[in-house]
Structure formats: structure tokens, C-alpha cells
């Protein structure tokens, strides 16, 4: 026996943005629950990825090309993080808490490439 979709003509309007969901989801290569092992807890990385997120607003970028929501396991229990794309991964360690040492060390790197291309 061979099980296929179904999908009633009206429902066909949304294949295309059913296929852009799946393509927002599966194109972004990282993970918040990545900057746990630079140091951040989840906590920090929940406040980092909002000012991100308020830092592509500000600028009309929009949020899905950079955070999707998802469910991740972890330790035994099941944790809300984001599938980010690299600029959504960054910009969440970007403004993360600069008392960790890693981004601290990443914010004056960022500082000091910027102002090397503009001199």
C-alpha cells in the first residue's frame, strides 16, 4: 500500500508558502543552543536573540530569514530555541552579555575590524 498527500484544489494556493516555511526552516545552519558552549546560559541567549531580533526590525529586515522558532531536547527535557541563518547568529552574539569573556572578545573584534576598513 502506498500512502499520498492529499490536498483539496482549494488548499492549493498554499503549497508555495508551505514550500517557503520548509525552505526558512531547513536553510538556516545554526542553532542559539550553539552559543551555550561559549559561555551564555539560556537565559542570556533569550534576551541576546531579542535585541537581535529588534536590531532587524529597526532596519526592516525581515525576522524569518534570520530566527525560526523550534523545540530542541536537551538534558532530558525540551527547550524553545531558534534555528538561525549566520548574520541572526552573530547579531545574537553580538548582544549577548559582554561579561562573558567570549563575546566581549567578539564585540572588540567586530570594533576593530570596522574601524580598520574605514581608515
Not at 5 to 11: E, P
Not at 15 to 20: H, L, R, V, Y
Not at 83 to 110: C, D, M, W, Y
Request: proline share 4%; net charge positive.
Amino acid at each position: 500500500m502506498k500512502i499520498v498527500r492529499y490536498r483539496r484544489i482549494r488548499d492549493m494556493h498554499r503549497a508555495p508558502s508551505e514550500w517557503m516555511e520548509s525552505w526558512q526552516y531547513y536553510s538556516k545552519k545554526y542553532r542559539a543552543s550553539d552559543l551555550l558552549n561559549e559561555g551564555l546560559t539560556p537565559g542570556e541567549i533569550s534576551v541576546a536573540i531579542q535585541r537581535a531580533m529588534d536590531a532587524c526590525n529597526a532596519r526592516g529586515l525581515e525576522i524569518d530569514e534570520h530566527f525560526v522558532p523550534v523545540y530542541t531536547r536537551f538534558n532530558g527535557g525540551i527547550y524553545k530555541d531558534f534555528r538561525l541563518s549566520k548574520l541572526g547568529l552573530l547579531l545574537t552574539f553580538l548582544n549577548a552579555q559582554p561579561q562573558n569573556p567570549n563575546v566581549a572578545a567578539f564585540q572588540i573584534e567586530v570594533v576593530r575590524y570596522y574601524l580598520s576598513r574605514r581608515q
